[in-house]
C-alpha cells in the first residue's frame, strides 16, 4: 500500500464521515439537562490523569486512540488497555426555598464507577501502519435531585414549581484507529467509529400551595403531592465520530502533537405529560397523566467538538514533561435549545453557552528501577483548567418569561475549575504495566496495559 | 461493562474485534530498534552469532544511540547496548576488525557486568589483531579439524570434543576463525544426550553406581535433561532408601530382633545391591539369617513391600543357616576402626587396620581397596617428595604429587602436600594456582565434585589467597554437591559453603562471571543470587 493511497483512504473516510454530522440544535430547556454538561474529553489512562490529562504531545501507549490517534505507531507490539473510574459528580443547583435570592447553591453528588476505557492496538508488521479498536465511555452523567418550590426574584407572585428529577445519561463510542508514519518524524492517525448515546431521565413538578402571607413572606409556600406534569426521555441513538491527530518528532528531546474530535450528533425524542385533575377543585391526582400537545419533541444533543495542541519533552531520560491546550466549542449544545417549557414566548435561540480554551500541564518522572532495571516506578504530578462553560440566557421580548428563565439559568455562580492530579505506575517485566492516578475532589483512576 | 451501550454497539465490537484478532495473527514491530535488537541477543545467547549479527546491525541502522534503560515505547524500557554485542559475536565470527569497531563503540555504555567478557574479548582482538593478518596455518590443526569433523560424523561425540579442545589450545584464534565453537557445542549435545541414553540403560541393568557417574556427567555436560534429572531422582531415592533400611537393620541388630534385621538387609540389598556388596553387608546379612534361624527372637520377617508377615518357607536362599566364620567378623570390625581413624586423620593406624582386616578376610573388598589405594598413595607420595629434594627431577615429582593428589585428595592435604607441591610447581616455572585450578576444574568436570574440594579448597584458604576463579570453581563443586545433597541439611550447608565462596570470588573479581557452558544453570542462579 502505497503513502498516497492510504492519505487518500484517511481523508475519504474523513469527508464522508464529516458528510453526516449534524450541526443542528442541542439540548432542551428541562431540568434535567444540567446547566453544564460533563463530558468525558479527557485522555484516558491513569498515566494520562496523573499527569494533568496531558497527552496530545506524548501519545505513546495504548490511549492514542481517544487522545491523539496518531500515538499509535509508538507501540512496538500489540497492547491491550483497559482502565477503571471512579467518577465524583457533583452539581451545583439552587434548590432551596430562597435560593434564588440567597443563591446560596446546595450540592447533588453521585459516584459512578465504570470500565471506562478498552483498546487493542498493533502496529502491522513489515509497513508503516498500526491500528487499534477501541471502546470508550465519553459521558456517563448520573444525577438525583430534588427542588423546592423557588420564589422568583423579578416576578413577585409567582415561584417556580418543585421539581423531583433524575438522570442517566451515558455514551460510549465504538471506533476503529489507523495511524500511518509519514516519516521517521511525522505520523498522522485518524480514529472512526460509531458512537452510541443513552438517555433515562424523569423530571416531576408539582402543584405549589401558597400561604395567604404569599409573598409578603416569601417562604410562605409549599409543594404538594399533585403533580403538575412530568418530562421524561427514554431513548438510544447511535451516529458516528471520528477524530484526527498528528505527532511531529522534532528531535530527541522535542515533540508536538495535534488533534481534532468530531463529537457525534445524536436526536432523541422528550415527553411531557400533565395531570388534567390539577385544575379541578380541589385538585387531584388524575391518571394516568395525559401527552401534552406537541409532544414529544426532538431533542438533538449535539456533542461539542474538541481540538487541541500539545508538546512533550524529555530533559533528561528519567523526566517526561508535557503541556496541551485545548479548545472544546461548547457553543454547539445550545444553539437551538428544543423548548419543553414557554414554547409560546421563546423560540430556542435565547441561550449560549461559552466555547473554553482548557490549560494541562504535567510530569512523570522515573524514580526507581526495580528489578535490575526490568521493573522501572514512576510518579507523576500535573494540573489543569476547566473554565466554567454553563448555559446563559440571553434575553426575551416577554418580561414574566424573562424572569423565569433569568432565575432558572442566570442565577447559579459560575466557577472555573482548577484541579490537580497525582499518580504513580510500575512496568512488570516486559510486557505488564499498571497505573492509578487521583484528580482530587474528582476521580480515581486505575489502568493497566499488557503487550503482547 | 459499560452498561447497555455494550449490547447495542456488540455488532459492531464484534466485527472490529473480528478484523483485530485476524490482524493480530500477522501483527508484529514495524520499523524500530528494539524487535531486531531482542532477536540480535537472543541469537547471540543461542550462539547463532552470524544471525545475531544480521539482527544487530539491522537495530543499529534504525536506531546507532546505545544507552541504558532505553524506551521502547511509553513507559517499556529496556537496556540497549548492540555494540557489545556485536563486538562479541564479530569476535565469536573470527572477524576481529568489526568486533574491535564495536567494542570501541561498547566502551562508553559498558556495565559492570559486562566488564569481564568485554575484558576477555579485549585481550582476544589484541592477540588476534597482533599476529599477521594470513597466517599459514598449521598442518597439524588441519588434520585435528579433519578427525574432530570425522567424530562426529561417527556420533563419537567424546572424542570430538577432545579433539576440538586439543585444537583450541593449539590455536584458539584458528579455532574462532573456523567457528569450531558451534561444533563442540554440538557435540557436547550429542554427547549429553549419549551419556543420558547409557546412564538410563545402566539404571535398567541395575548397575546404579556405573549410571550415577554417567548419569552426574551428563548433566554437567548438558544441563537441564529431564531423563537426566528423573534417572538421577530413581537412583538417589534408591540409595536414601538403602541407608534407611541399613540403619534400621542396625538397629534391629541391637534389639537383637535378627530376623527382623534380616529382613531390612535384604531390602537394603533389593533398594541398592551394589553398595551393599561394597559395604560387605552380605556377611552381615548371613549373621542375621543365622541368629534369626536359632530363633533369637520371635519377630515375624516382613514383606519389603506390603508389610504383611512372609511365610516361613520364603525366607531367601543366601540367608542360610550358615555360622558366620569370625574372621570375617573381625575384619568387618577392622574395617569399621580404620573408617573412624582416617575420619580423625590417623591414617598411618588406619593402614595398619586395614592390612590387618585384608589379611582376616581377603574376600573383604573394601579392606583390600583401601590397603591398594594406601600403597598406591604412598609409593607417589615418597617418590614426589624425594624427587621435589633434587633440582632436575622437578617434573617428575610434580606429576607423581598431583598423582597422589588425585588418588586421596584428603589424605594428601592432611599430611600437609600441598605446600610441597606448589613449591615443587613454581621450580618448574608454572603458577601452582592455576595448576591448582586446572586439576580442580577436571575433577569438577569428571563428576568428581569432592575431589575437586578437595584439591582447590587448601590453595583457597591460604591467606592472600584473592584468585576469583578458584573460589568460584570452588563454589561451583559445593553448590554441585548440594544440589545432589540426599538430606536437607547437608543441602543447605554445602549451599551455604558454595555461596560463601562465590562471594569472595565476586568480591575478588566483581564482573567475575561463570562460563555457562560448563556450568549448570542451577548453579550460575546460586552464583548470581550469591552477589
Known sequence: MTMRRVVQIVLGLCMATAGVASTAAAQSNDEVFPFGFEWNFSTPGARANGMGRTFIGIADDGTAPISNPAGLMSLTKPQVYGEFKSTNIQVDRLASVESLFTLQTTTFESTVNAF?????????????LAVGFSIHRYLDYQESFSLDPRPIPALPSSALRPVNGSTDFTGTNYSGTVAFMVTNALRVGGTFGAATFNADTT?????????PSFPTVRTDLRGTSIVANQSSIN???????????????INDMFQVGGNYAKGPKFTTSETLQVNLGQNLSPPVNQTPLVTAPGFPKPVPIDVPDHFGGGFSARPTPRLLVGADVVRTLYSSLTKTVTLIFN????????????????????????VLNLMQGKSPLFVRGGFYSNPSHVITFTGASDAATNAVMNAQYNLAPRNDEYRGTVGGGVVL???????????????FVLSSAVRF | MIGRSVQRGALCAASAAAVMATCVVVLAQANRWSEPYDKGVKAFEAGKYADAVQFLERAVAADPKAAPNKIIEGVFRTDYFPYYYLALAYAELGQWDKAAQNLDKARPTLTRQQTAKFNETESKIKLAMSTPSTPPRNPAFDNGMRQAEAALGARNYDAAIRQLDQLRSLDANEYARAGLGAKREEAVKGYGGQLADEG??????????????RLVLAEQTLPGQKAVADALGEIRRREDDYRTHKAAAQAEFDRKSYSAARDRLQQAQQAQPELFAAENLGARLNEAATLAARGATATPPVNATNGTPTPPGNTPSNASNTTPDPKVLDAQRDVRTAADLIRQGKYAEADAAYASAAKADPNNQDAAAAVARASKFKSLRDRGVEGSKSKTGAAAAQQALVDARNVDPDRFAREGLTA??????KSTGDDPLQVTLRHGLLALLNGRAQESIAILEPAASLDGSKAASLHAYLGVAYATQALSAPKPEDRTRLKDKAVEQFRIAATAEPGYQLSNRIVSPAIIKIYESSR
Not at chain 1, 471506562?116 to 508503516?128: C, E, G, M, V
Not at chain 1, 423530571?203 to 400561604?211: D, H, L, Q, S, Y
Not at chain 2, 610441597?420 to 610447581?425: G, M, Q
Request: hydrophobic share 35%.
Open chain 1, 116 to 128: 471506562s476505557f478498552l483498546s487493542l492496538s498493533a502496529p502491522i508488521k513489515n509497513t508503516r
Open chain 1, 203 to 211: 423530571a416531576t413538578r408539582n402543584v405549589i400551595a401558597f400561604g
Open chain 1, 235 to 249: 431513548d438510544s441513538q447511535t451516529a458516528p465520530s471520528f477524530s484526527l491527530g498528528a505527532l511531529y518528532r
Open chain 1, 343 to 366: 414554547d409560546t414566548t421563546l423560540t430556542g435561540g435565547e441561550f449560549s453557552t461559552p466555547d473554553t480554551t482548557e490549560f494541562h500541564v504535567g510530569a512523570e518522572y522515573n
Open chain 1, 429 to 443: 517485566g516486559s510486557r505488564v504495566q499498571v497505573d492509578a492516578a487521583y484528580v482530587f475532589g474528582k476521580e
Open chain 2, 200 to 213: 538410563r540403560a545402566l539404571v535398567q541393568n541395575g548397575r546404579f553406581n556405573d549410571a550415577k557417574g
Open chain 2, 420 to 425: 610441597i607441591l606448589d613449591r615443587v610447581t
